[in-house]
């Protein structure tokens, strides 16, 4: 295995002298991993490889919505309107629950082996 990694480690220098991880996008900037943590540990893995070839399963689609309603509902001063986006959360964090339950059931029946 050590052949591996020093062909690894070797790559990643060579990369580096060529420039190829100048100008990455959110570079020098403290990278936020609270969406990544928000979902089941099982799922992280699978996550990030469908995120890095541009596919957003609907779990972390969910997430960002969640977010971006908590966020307005925070900045939200009148009444009727923090009464719609609280409707609104509901309805998502329970769509995300619901989600979730699924695909842990279908875990969970799935054969192993």
Not at 80 to 89: F, M, Y
Not at 97 to 109: I, S, T, Y
Request: charge should be negative.
């Amino acid at each position: 295995m050590d052949d591996m990694d020093d062909l690894v480690e070797k790559k990643i220098r060579e990369a580096m002298e060529q420039g190829q991880f100048d100008d990455l996008p959110g570079q020098g900037r403290p990278q936020n991993h609270d969406e990544y943590f928000a979902l089941p540990e099982e799922a992280r893995l699978s996550t990030t490889v469908l995120k890095n070839a541009g596919y957003l399963p609907a779990e972390v689609a969910l997430c960002k919505e969640i977010a971006a309603l908590r966020v307005a509902l925070l900045g939200s001063t009148e009444e009727a309107e923090r009464q719609h986006l609280t409707r609104a959360l509901n309805d998502k964090v329970l769509e995300l629950n619901l989600l979730l339950e699924r695909g842990q059931r279908a875990r969970r029946r799935a054969p192993r082996g």
